[in-house]
Each structure stands twice: as structure tokens, then as C-alpha cells.
């Protein structure tokens, strides 16, 4: 059981680079857990579109949007790949999402403690888990106190799962750069 975090700037091919990873290394069962939240129709439509690309590479998807530690799999078939993407989605839903009927949104401590827990309980199901997350400490520094707290609680979530992880992977322009751990 092995815990991977590939992590990067927007649009640097951290995504596929954790999606060819996992293809390449194992034919079992794969579940892609998607944490995009389809907020208009544009943005379903780049979800559907992306829902079976996943599935022609032998990725079930289970939308996961908040909750995460609610997650279970099917005890039936072992699940060898988790791949959790993307981070910093789940924790924008977890402090701003729109809710449903009944919902709350999370302090910032609230959703660090939440998700991880929710990780801890996913590894616990499967063989191997890659998280990708984005690295959002490189650009400006001027922002409103709730970005703050969002960049703040990312950053958090991603130094816990780096340092539980067996591999950090760092992806800058499609070329992976190990961090920790062995390739």
C-alpha cells in the first residue's frame, strides 16, 4: 500500500502524468474519485468529456464533490488504484461550494482535518493512492483573507499527505521531478 502525491502549478500535466502512471503499472480494478463540481453546463459537458476518457483507460469514477471521508468501495473486487484528483477542488468545495439542501461549509480547520481523515480512510481501502494536487504558492501574493485561507489549509493538506506519502512527485511542464521517494 503506497501513497503518492503528484503535485504542480495549473496546467503543468500533473493529471496525466498520475492517469499514464497508474495505467502503465496496473491492469485491476481503478477508481478515479473526481472532485470537480459541475457548476453550468459548460462545465459539465468538460466532465462528461472527461468521465470517458477515464473510462477507456479502465477508470471507474466516483464523484466526490465534499465528504470525502464518506467514500467506501465494494469489498467484492479489490480496488488496487485510487487516484484522487484534484485536491485543491475538494478543498474550494469543502470552504465555498454551493450546498445542498442541509449543508454546511467547513472552517478552514474544520476541512484540513476532514480531508484528512477522509485520505487516511481511503488508503485503508485500497492497494495504492495518488493524490494530485496543485501548487498555489507561486504566483502573486495579494489576495482577499478567504483566498488566504484557502491557499493556508491547501498548503496544510498538502505538507500532511507529503509527508505520509511514499513518493512526492513534482510535475512542471509535463516532466516529473521526483521529490521523495524512489520512481
Known amino acids: ?16 502524468y ?3 502512471m ?7 480494478r481503478r477508481i478515479y474519485i473526481a472532485t470537480m463540481k459541475p457548476w453550468d453546463e459548460e462545465c459539465e459537458k468538460r466532465i462528461q468529456r472527461h468521465r470517458l476518457m ?11 464533490y465534499r465528504d470525502l ?4 468501495f465494494s469489498q467484492q473486487e479489490a480496488v488496487l488504484e485510487v487516484l484522487l484528483e484534484c485536491m485543491s477542488n475538494l478543498v474550494s468545495n469543502e ?13 478552514p480547520h474544520e476541512a484540513v482535518t476532514e480531508i484528512l481523515e477522509g485520505i487516511s480512510r481511503i488508503h485503508l481501502q485500497t492497494g495504492n493512492l495518488t493524490i494530485v494536487s496543485n501548487e498555489v504558492f507561486s ?21 500532511e ?23
Open 1 to 16: 500500500m503506497m501513497i503518492t502525491l503528484i503535485i504542480g502549478g495549473s496546467g503543468s500535466g500533473k493529471s496525466e
Open 18 to 20: 498520475a492517469e499514464n
Open 22 to 28: 497508474i495505467t502503465s503499472r496496473s491492469k485491476g
Open 54 to 64: 477515464r473510462a477507456e483507460k479502465g477508470f471507474e469514477t466516483v464523484e466526490c
Open 69 to 72: 471521508k464518506e467514500v467506501h
Open 95 to 107: 470552504l465555498f461550494g454551493l450546498l445542498e439542501q442541509g449543508e454546511v461549509l467547513l472552517t
Open 139 to 159: 504566483d502573486g501574493d495579494s489576495y482577499s483573507i478567504q483566498t488566504n485561507e484557502y491557499r493556508e489549509a491547501l498548503a496544510r493538506i498538502n505538507q
Open 161 to 183: 499527505i507529503a509527508r505520509i506519502s511514499d513518493r512526492v512527485i513534482e510535475v512542471t511542464a509535463g516532466i516529473p521531478i521526483i521529490v521523495k521517494g524512489i520512481n
